[in-house]
């Protein structure tokens, strides 16, 4: 890892916390890492909604689709109890209570956004909401549709963007892709070879390592030269990190 190297908080705190809340997104702050990562999607009234997976299933007491859900409906599920009881009535947050949540307690914290969505108007939408709180100074948006990636770029030339290699989505990555529409890639811990991180690197593009949540994985990780790790446990990752003299 470099010696500058970045921590993200993936969804926040996701290994003691409910994931994409604002409950979670506070404590990693609070944990100390440098930035957050968290995902948007639609609800069917094309509400701004922070959440993962395209269903509830998994990190509420409700089941459908995110984008069948009308928002007063999805507000009434319980997005915390399913992580423990302590966390039971949390709620979906909106893009927008998410960007304040975090940026009143510090208006320069990074954020990585990521769309979820391959919808133009929702991408406009997103990006609008990053200009109001002034996401884009310090923060990126990230999405496996580089679609959405080059109609960010064609409206804010120098906005600094995450894809995806290749082989991690479905969509075919347009030619220019790492020809000036990234600025930042990620690959997957298993995945990680030092020769395809110095391509992104003599390409002028960052290289994100993810996940890193254990000893294992970590011990991947310090070897390789990347720019940043992104871990769901911080309470693991720190602790290891300090012991090898990291943090």
Known sequence: ??????????????????????????????????????????????????????????????????????????????????????????????????????????????????????????????????????????????????RQLQLLRSWKPDIYLQGFPDRYIKVPQPPEAFNGLYNKTCLWTTDAKPEEIQFYHDKGVAVDLCPVDNEEQLEIAIPLDVDSITTNAPDVIYPLLRQRGLR
């Open 1 to 146: 890892m470099k010696p500058d190297f970045k921590i993200v908080g993936h969804r926040g705190f996701k290994s003691k916390y409910p994931e994409n809340t604002i409950v979670s997104f506070l404590a990693a702050m609070d944990f100390g890492v440098d930035s957050i990562e968290f995902d948007v999607r639609l609800t069917k009234d094309r509400q701004l909604v922070v959440t993962h997976d395209n269903t509830v299933d998994r990190c509420s007491n409700g089941k459908g689709l995110v984008c069948d859900f009308l928002f007063e409906d999805i507000r009434k599920l319980d997005f915390g109890g399913w992580k423990d009881s302590k966390f039971a009535g949390t709620q979906i947050p909106t893009l927008e209570e998410t960007l304040d949540a975090i940026l009143s307690k510090n208006p320069n914290f990074p954020l990585l956004v990521e769309l979820k969505e391959d919808d133009d108007e929702c991408t406009k939408r997103v990006y609008d909401m990053c200009l109001k709180y002034n996401v884009l100074e310090h923060g990126l948006v990230l999405s496996f549709h580089p």
